[in-house]
Nanobody, 122 residues
Framework: VQLQASGGGLVQAGGSLRLSCAASVRTFGSYAMGWFRQAPGKEREFVSAINWSGSSTYYADSVKGRFTISRDNAKKMLFLQMNSLKPEDTAVYYC????????????????WGRGTQVTVSS
């Protein structure tokens, strides 16, 4: 499985970005997907996840109400709309395919993209 995240960049606090993740696997629509992030010197943390159909979504408390995850199975794409960005959202963002278990732990994801840098200036 190849996952390629894109859409990161430099934005001022309060701004918005939309991350995209393109998947090469034919069975993309069969798997739940997630977004994680890792800031310098910190552990990778859960941001958001979505089930295979898009009918259920999950968010970290820190991004709830500001970020929206979505997917387009026909195009094999995963998205993360990020609004009201804060400096503490600065991190490398990764998309990943969930293999099973809880949505919130990175250990339950078996395929990872390379990541895209998001920098929010104050």
């Amino acid at each position: 499985v190849q996952l390629q995240a894109s859409g990161g960049g430099l934005v001022q606090a309060g701004g918005s970005l939309r991350l995209s993740c393109a998947a090469s696997v034919r069975t993309f629509g069969s798997y739940a997907m997630g977004w994680f992030r890792q800031a310098p010197g910190k552990e990778r943390e859960f941001v958001s996840a979505i089930n295979w159909s898009g009918s259920s979504t999950y968010y970290a408390d820190s991004v709830k109400g500001r970020f929206t995850i979505s997917r387009d199975n026909a195009k094999k794409m995963l998205f993360l709309q990020m609004n009201s960005l804060k400096p503490e959202d600065t991190a490398v963002y990764y998309c990943a395919r969930r293999s099973g278990g809880t949505y919130y732990s990175s250990t339950e994801y078996d395929s990872w993209g390379r990541g895209t840098q998001v920098t929010v200036s104050s």
